[in-house]
């Protein structure tokens, strides 16, 4: 798009994507299960250590649609991301 004011000209481009304005929720479900260790120091300090095994999984979150970008308004399809695995956390409380 080029635009003249006040006698120069100014060219501006703008790139537009479809879904610039789309908002979307993504359900999302994860799940812990270990052990948890936990020392206090005093009142207001502590210490915890926890092990365990992990899952998250967030639905319908990854745009799987490649033929959108050369044909568009095709129809959108979305594809679930998630993973899982042993963990292990630290964590110092001051307060």
Partial sequence: M????????ISRT???FKDEGALRIVPEVDARMG???SNHF???TS?????????????NAVN?????TAIPNTVKSYRSY???????RTQINLA
Avoid: A, C, I
Wanted: glycine letters at 10%; proline letters at 2%; hydrophobic letters at 25%.
């Fill in 2 to 9: 080029t635009t003249t004011e006040q006698g120069s000209s």
């Fill in 14 to 16: 703008k790139n537009t």
């Fill in 35 to 37: 052990l948890n260790y």
């Fill in 42 to 44: 005093d009142r207001s």
């Fill in 47 to 59: 210490y915890d250590l926890e092990l365990g095994y992990q899952v998250v999984n967030y639905f």
């Fill in 64 to 68: 799987h649609d490649f033929l959108n």
């Fill in 82 to 88: 998630g993973f899982h695995g042993p963990y292990f």
